[in-house]
Nanobody, 118 residues
Framework: QVQLVESGGGLVQAGGSLRLSCAAS????????MGWFRQAPGKDREFVAQ???????TYADSVKGRFTISRDNAKNTVYLQMNSLKPEDTAVYYC????????????WGQGTQVTVSS
């Protein structure tokens, strides 16, 4: 079983930055595929970024060049650095994990709110 706890959300002005953290327990993040998703009010949850166990990172087109996903194996934590934030980035951000043999994300954190004011 994998437990995920997000932190780092908050209120920021457009153009600002935030770094979200996802602390994992139960498994080491280097042995998992880790992802970030977000859900804005009235919208479906959408993919933001993922970091595979072999360090390959992929991003949604809407955040490419602005967001960076990374991990710290010593802290067993995954990060999402968000720069040049826009009001449309406002959402609840969720950390997710899946084991290498799983095709979809099955472990989810509780979410952290990010609000970008214009």
């Amino acid at each position: 079983q994998v437990q995920l706890v997000e932190s780092g959300g908050g209120l920021v002005q457009a153009g600002g930055s935030l770094r979200l953290s996802c602390a994992a327990s139960g498994r080491t993040v280097s042995e998992l595929h880790m992802g970030w998703f977000r859900q804005a009010p009235g919208k479906d949850r959408e993919f933001v970024a993922q970091l595979l166990w072999n360090s390959i990172a992929t991003y949604a087109d809407s955040v490419k060049g602005r967001f960076t996903i990374s991990r710290d194996n010593a802290k067993n934590t995954v990060y999402l650095q968000m720069n040049s934030l826009k009001p449309e980035d406002t959402a609840v951000y969720y950390c997710a994990a899946r084991q290498l043999t799983e095709g979809s994300y099955v472990y989810w954190g509780q979410g952290t709110q990010v609000t970008v004011s214009s």
